[in-house]
C-alpha cells in the first residue's frame, strides 16, 4: 500500500516538471540543433523568440543571435530571394537598391528633426545591388547583399566601428 501511494505521489510531482521543461522559454530555442535545423524551421523559432520582444534575449551570443547567424548563412549558401530572406526574418529595417542606399542616409530636417535611417557605411557592406538590411539592438547590423535576385554575401556591421 505504502509503495503505490509513494509511486502516485512521485507521478504526481515529477509530471509537472517534465511538461515545464519541454515547454517554449522566451529566450530559448525549441530547437534540438540550430546548426542541423532547416531553413523553415530556424525562421518559425526566431520569429517566436522575436515575437516576445524580450531585451533580455537580444544579447551577444544569445539563441537569438545564433539563429540570425545561421538564418544568413543558410540564406546566403542557397541564393535566396530578398523576399525569402523577408519571410524568414521579418520586416527589415531597410530594403532597397544600391541606388536608393545613399539616400537613406540620416539628415536633420525642420526644427532638428532627424529624418531617413542610419545605415553603415557604403564601403562596410557586402558587394551587391541590392539590400536588405536589418538592424537589430539598436546598434548592430546584418546586412544581405544580392546580385539578379539572389543572396550572395551578408555581413554584420556594428554601429560606429568606422
Request: charge should be negative; charged fraction near 20%.
Amino acid at each position: 500500500m505504502n509503495r503505490i501511494v509513494l509511486l502516485a505521489l512521485s507521478c504526481f510531482l515529477l509530471n509537472p516538471l517534465v511538461s515545464i521543461s519541454q515547454e517554449p522559454t522566451a529566450c530559448g530555442t525549441m530547437l534540438e540543433s540550430i546548426e542541423a535545423a532547416s531553413i523553415d524551421e530556424l525562421g518559425a523559432d526566431f520569429q517566436r523568440l522575436q515575437s516576445y520582444g524580450n531585451p533580455y534575449c537580444d544579447t551577444t551570443n544569445s539563441d537569438l543571435h545564433k539563429m540570425m547567424e545561421e538564418l544568413a548563412k543558410k540564406l546566403t549558401a542557397a541564393n535566396s530571394s530578398p523576399d525569402a530572406v523577408v519571410t524568414q526574418l521579418g520586416e527589415p529595417y531597410y530594403r532597397g537598391a544600391l541606388s536608393d542606399y545613399e539616400n537613406q542616409k540620416v539628415t536633420v530636417g525642420r526644427g532638428g528633426k532627424m529624418l531617413g535611417k542610419s545605415l553603415p557605411p557604403q564601403y562596410k557592406i557586402p558587394a551587391g545591388d541590392y539590400y536588405v538590411v536589418y538592424l537589430w539592438r539598436d546598434k548592430d547590423y546584418l546586412i544581405f547583399g544580392f546580385n539578379a535576385e539572389k543572396a550572395t554575401a551578408y555581413k554584420w556591421w556594428e554601429k560606429g566601428n568606422y
